[in-house]
Antibody, heavy 115, light 113 residues
Framework: EVQLVESGGGLVQPGGSLRLSCAAS????????MTWVRQAPGEGLEWVAN????????HYVDSVKGRFTISRDNAKNSLYLQMSGLRAEDTAVYYC????????WGQGTLVTVSS | DVVVTQSPLSLPVTLGQPASISCRSS???????????LSWFHQRPGHSPRRLIY???NRDSGVPDRFSGSGSGTDFTLTISRVEADDIGVYYC??????????FGPGTKVDIK
């Protein structure tokens, strides 16, 4: 069974940094692209970033380019999202998902950017 | 970026009756490999999204056969043949053909009349 467990969310001040993690199990992590999707409170879904299986290709939504970095450690079956220069509009639940087409989802981790 | 729209945005349904949601994209979603990367997701209140349908009409494992997807090009439909109480929540379509970015529709909220 595919399991994805996000962690690392919390309250951070504007301009601050946070690193999200996603621990994967139940599938061959190193064979799959991985994706981050976020959902602001009461809003819809927004694709944030994805990374190919070996980590050599990364793509981002324009609003986070230059501020967020997606990475992975296949030896640890883990996906990461390093976020810096955080803004109030980055406040959201962040989900990791399997594959480019988001087949499986974790439970999400809440990031709140506020002073 | 490809714009994805859905209609209606709110759908009151009657248990046991059919329901349909429309999804439209600003460009054809046929990819160069011949596949069409249009997915449907369901999010129950307080839960993570769950993918129901991928590549227009393929049900994910464990998805009841009362859910079906259809369409082509720029126009797609999710149909629930007989609505059950567990089907309430928000439904999103997502295009995965022209990326980055992948783009979601605004969501359709389904609740019981």
């Amino acid at each position: 069974e595919v399991q994805l467990v996000e962690s690392g969310g919390g309250l951070v001040q504007p301009g601050g940094s946070l690193r999200l993690s996603c621990a994967a199990s139940g599938f061959s992590f190193s064979s799959y692209s991985m994706t981050w999707v976020r959902q602001a409170p009461g809003e819809g879904l927004e694709w944030v970033a994805n990374i190919n299986p070996d980590g050599s290709e990364k793509h981002y939504v324009d609003s986070v380019k230059g501020r967020f970095t997606i990475s992975r450690d296949n030896a640890k079956n883990s996906l990461y999202l390093q976020m810096s220069g955080l803004r109030a509009e980055d406040t959201a639940v962040y989900y990791c998902a399997t594959g480019r087409q988001a087949a499986g989802w974790g439970q999400g981790t809440l990031v709140t950017v506020s002073s | 970026d490809v714009v994805v729209t859905q209609s209606p945005l709110s759908l009151p349904v009657t248990l046991g009756q059919p329901a349909s949601i429309s999804c439209r994209s600003s460009q054809s979603l046929v990819y160069s490999d011949g596949n069409t990367y249009l997915s449907w997701f369901h999010q129950r209140p307080g839960h993570s999204p769950r993918r129901l349908i991928y590549e227009v009409s393929n049900r994910d494992s464990g998805v009841p056969d009362r859910f079906s997807g259809s369409g082509s090009g720029t126009d797609f439909t999710l149909t629930i043949s007989r609505v059950e109480a567990d089907d309430i929540g928000v439904y999103y379509c997502m295009q995965g053909t022209h990326w980055p970015p992948f783009t979601f529709g605004p969501g359709t909220k389904v609740d019981i009349k």
